[in-house]
């Protein structure tokens, strides 16, 4: 039987002939990013805003009367600017709600308010069914952004000193870089489109730090042992052999992953929406920086044919003179 093969072993692609357009592309994305998660802010699950959120489905109605239910939600006493969306099915409802200072470390007090929603809603609408209730307080939800921020500090922080130990300090920056590019771009993704970002979403930005490291790795390891081995070839040539070498099991990894997550991301529960959407896009964001900007880094960086080569000590010297080799 004949084995399946997506891309030719004799491929020769230029990759790094088009390196400045797509690195300045790449800084476009990184402020354009930033900028939509200064302006727009992200759209913080309970996790990370704290309060109460309801899910609930409209049984017998198609869609879900988001503004009517609102309004109802609004008018209870103590409870002030209800965020009410559609989430998954048109006739399903995420509803949020902040908790009052007073509700701090008092549950009971959460309790009630919950409660009083699912009451009040229950008598509007008698066929909406409430899916599920979750809490999280202010403080823990503060907590929760901090250790979340920290662990993606960590992860990429980590990652570069692996490398940096692994090859050379250069290859480290550009793994940074590339992982800084592939965060920052995920997080400008769902600031634009206020897609939940929950404690799910940090998972799936960890997975996308894994995979693009792995790929960036794979890449790395093809160009030091073609630095090695073809001393006088010019860097971007060097690049683009080592790109093209392993194209293809970079493609087939990224369609096998891309195989997994198209079914959960078209037919999977709602819950795990943004999840499989984080890492779909990570996918596409990981391989594209990995080639685009962790390789050419390493031209701007002075990357050199003699960077893994050993250098000769004043000691080496002199044993050569002894042993009349020089």
Same mark, same amino acid.
């Given at each position: 039987?004949?084995?399946?093969?997506?891309?030719?072993?004799?491929?020769?692609?230029?990759?790094?002939?088009?390196?400045?357009?797509?690195?300045?592309?790449?800084?476009?994305?990184?402020?354009?990013?930033?900028?939509?998660?200064?302006?727009?802010?992200?759209?913080?699950?309970?996790?990370?805003?704290?309060?109460?959120?309801?899910?609930?489905?409209?049984?017998?109605?198609?869609?879900?009367?988001?503004?009517?239910?609102?309004?109802?939600?609004?008018?209870?006493?103590?409870?002030?600017?209800?965020?009410?969306?559609?989430?998954?099915?048109?006739?399903?409802?995420?509803?949020?709600?902040?908790?009052?200072?007073?509700?701090?470390?008092?549950?009971?007090?959460?309790?009630?308010?919950?409660?009083?929603?699912?009451?009040?809603?229950?008598?509007?609408?008698?066929?909406?069914?409430?899916?599920?209730?979750?809490?999280?307080?202010?403080?823990?939800?503060?907590?929760?952004?901090?250790?979340?921020?920290?662990?993606?500090?960590?992860?990429?922080?980590? =990652? &570069? #000193?692996?490398?940096? !130990?692994? +090859?050379?300090?250069?290859?480290?920056? $550009?793994?940074?870089? %590339?992982?800084?590019?592939?965060?920052?771009?995920?997080?400008?993704?769902?600031?634009?489109?206020?897609?939940?970002?929950?404690?799910?979403?940090?998972?799936?930005?960890?997975?996308?730090?894994?995979?693009?490291?792995?790929?960036?790795?794979?890449?790395?390891?093809?160009?030091?042992?073609?630095?090695?081995?073809?001393?006088?070839?010019?860097?971007?040539?060097?690049?683009?052999?080592?790109?093209?070498?392993?194209?293809?099991?970079?493609?087939?990894?990224?369609?096998?992953?891309? =195989? &997994? #997550?198209?079914?959960? !991301?078209? +037919?999977?529960?709602?819950?795990?929406? $943004?999840?499989?959407? %984080?890492?779909?896009?990570?996918?596409?964001?990981?391989?594209?920086?990995?080639?685009?900007?962790?390789?050419?880094?390493?031209?701007?960086?002075?990357?050199?044919?003699?960077?893994?080569?050993?250098?000769?000590?004043?000691?080496?010297?002199?044993?050569?003179?002894?042993?009349?080799?020089?």
């Amino acid at each position: 039987m004949k084995l399946l093969k997506l891309v030719p072993q004799d491929t020769n692609i230029r990759f790094l002939k088009l390196r400045v357009p797509f690195f300045i592309l790449s800084i476009v994305l990184i402020v354009g990013s930033w900028a939509a998660v200064l302006t727009q802010g992200l759209n913080y699950g309970v996790d990370f805003a704290g309060g109460q959120e309801i899910r609930a489905t409209f049984t017998q109605t198609a869609e879900a009367p988001v503004v009517e239910l609102r309004q109802v939600i609004g008018d209870i006493e103590n409870i002030e600017d209800p965020i009410v969306q559609r989430f998954g099915e048109p006739n399903e409802v995420s509803i949020r709600v902040k908790l009052p200072p007073e509700a701090e470390g008092n549950p009971e007090f959460a309790n009630a308010m919950t409660n009083a929603i699912v009451t009040e809603i229950q008598q509007s609408y008698p066929d909406i069914r409430i899916d599920g209730v979750d809490s999280v307080s202010g403080k823990v939800s503060g907590e929760f952004r901090n250790d979340a921020a920290l662990a993606l500090i960590a992860a990429m922080v980590m =990652v &570069a #000193l692996y490398i940096w !130990l692994r +090859f050379e300090w250069q290859f480290g920056v $550009g793994a940074l870089f %590339a992982l800084f590019h592939d965060v920052s771009v995920t997080l400008g993704l769902f600031a634009l489109t206020q897609l939940e970002f929950s404690l799910q979403i940090i998972a799936a930005i960890l997975a996308i730090i894994g995979y693009s490291l792995n790929d960036t790795i794979v890449v790395y390891d093809r160009i030091r042992e073609n630095l090695k081995k073809y001393r006088k070839m010019p860097l971007p040539e060097l690049l683009d052999l080592s790109v093209n070498e392993t194209l293809a099991r970079t493609v087939m990894t990224s369609l096998t992953l891309l =195989v &997994a #997550l198209l079914p959960l !991301l078209f +037919f999977g529960p709602a819950s795990l929406f $943004g999840l499989v959407a %984080a890492i779909t896009a990570g996918l596409f964001i990981g391989t594209y920086s990995s080639v685009y900007l962790a390789a050419p880094l390493l031209i701007w960086m002075g990357v050199t044919s003699d960077s893994f080569v050993p250098k000769e000590t004043e000691a080496d010297l002199q044993e050569k003179k002894v042993l009349g080799q020089v």
